[in-house]
Antibody, heavy 119, light 113 residues
Framework: EVQLVESGGDLVQPGGSLRLSCAGSGFIFSTFWMNWVRQTPGRGLEWVAS????????SYVDSVKGRFTISRDNAKNSLSLQMNNLRADDTAVYYCVREGIVVAAFDYWGQGTLVTVSS | DIVMTQSPDSLAVSLGERATINCKSSQSVFHSLNNKNYLAWYQHKVGQPPELLIYWASTRESGVPDRFSGSGSGTDFTLTINSLQAEDVAVYYCQQHYGTPPTFGGGTKVEIK
């Protein structure tokens, strides 16, 4: 059974940093693109970042470029998101999401971890 | 960026009736190399992560009930829920995977009338 388990969400002050982690199991982690997608009540679902199977390519939504860094450790089946200089509008539930190999879609989602940026 | 526009924002449907959700992309998401539309639909229930329902605009994900169907091509797409069940109450999102960044529609909330 495919499982994605996020951790690291917390309350942080504006300008602060946070590192999210995701542990994958039940599939060959190293063969899939992985993503972070966030959800806010006001803005719905928003793709945040993606990383290629071997980590050689990454992409980010414009609003987080230069502040967030996605990375992976295939030996540990783990995905991370380092978030720096956090802003109030980064407040969201962050999901670790697998991108299907055959299908161009996000086929498995973790349960999500809540990040709240507030003073 | 490709902008995805869903309509309506919400709808209330009686149990057993049909729900229809529309999604329009600001540019075509049809890829001529493989003749596929890079359009997916997700169901998001309260307190749960989103779940993939439909990909390639009309292919149901494994395990998805056949009352869910997707149609459309190019820039205009539809998700239809036939014979709405109580467990279908959720927010539904379309998403394009044709361009980077992948983008979602604003969501359509489906409730029971």
């Amino acid at each position: 059974e495919v499982q994605l388990v996020e951790s690291g969400g917390d309350l942080v002050q504006p300008g602060g940093s946070l590192r999210l982690s995701c542990a994958g199991s039940g599939f060959i982690f190293s063969t899939f693109w992985m993503n972070w997608v966030r959800q806010t009540p006001g803005r719905g679902l928003e793709w945040v970042a993606s990383i290629k199977q071997d980590g050689s390519e990454t992409s980010y939504v414009d609003s987080v470029k230069g502040r967030f860094t996605i990375s992976r450790d295939n030996a540990k089946n783990s995905l991370s998101l380092q978030m720096n200089n956090l802003r109030a509008d980064d407040t969201a539930v962050y999901y670790c999401v697998r991108e299907g190999i055959v299908v161009a879609a996000f086929d498995y989602w973790g349960q999500g971890t809540l990040v709240t940026v507030s003073s | 960026d490709i902008v995805m526009t869903q309509s309506p924002d919400s709808l209330a449907v009686s149990l057993g009736e049909r729900a229809t959700i529309n999604c329009k992309s600001s540019q075509s998401v049809f890829h001529s190399l493989n003749n596929k539309n890079y359009l997916a639909w997700y169901q998001h229930k309260v307190g749960q992560p989103p779940e993939l329902l439909i990909y390639w605009a009309s292919t149901r994900e494994s395990g998805v009930p056949d009352r869910f169907s997707g149609s459309g091509s190019g820039t205009d797409f539809t998700l239809t829920i036939n014979s709405l069940q109580a467990e279908d109450v959720a927010v539904y999102y379309c998403q394009q995977h044709y361009g980077t960044p992948p983008t979602f529609g604003g969501g359509t909330k489906v409730e029971i009338k």
